[in-house]
């Protein structure tokens, strides 16, 4: 089969950016492509600012968030999205139970207060589960 002109000039490059040669070893950093564009870059964010996000997610506030969705499934809390009270047990169930296994797997690793505040968290949850259950 012939080859065009310019498919014959046209050439292939590959590069070859896995982190370590074929022996394992890491390879030296090498210095990337030089900027191409003359475009200036952009000088504020490309999209608008939406509401800050925390600093940082700390044990609480995932405590927090699993205690706000247990109480939606348990239907004492509106959810958010609906508009709606409506009690799944079964899945408040399995929320408890999360609870309870974050408490089992982090027993010692915590401060005093956070250990206080799942304490509360699981005892309150239970109490409305219990009542929940055995009401008619």
Not at 3 to 21: K, N
Not at 99 to 109: D, E, H, S, W
Not at 113 to 118: A, H, I, K, N, V
């Amino acid at each position: 089969m012939e080859e065009r002109g310019e498919d014959r000039d046209r050439r292939i490059q590959v590069d070859d950016r896995r982190a370590f040669d074929s022996r394992g070893n890491r390879r030296r950093a090498e210095a990337g492509p030089e900027k191409v564009s003359d475009a200036p870059e952009p000088e504020g964010p490309a999209t608008e600012p939406g509401p800050e996000a925390p600093e940082s997610v700390g044990f609480d506030f995932f405590v927090q968030s699993l205690y706000l969705q247990a109480l939606m499934q348990l239907g004492d809390l509106e959810d958010p999205v609906t508009r709606n009270r409506s009690a799944n047990l079964d899945a408040a169930r399995l929320s408890i139970d999360f609870l309870g296994i974050l408490q089992n797997k982090t027993l010692g690793n915590l401060d005093a207060d956070e250990t206080r505040y799942l304490e509360e968290v699981l005892f309150d949850l239970r109490m409305r589960y219990a009542r929940k259950a055995t009401s008619p």
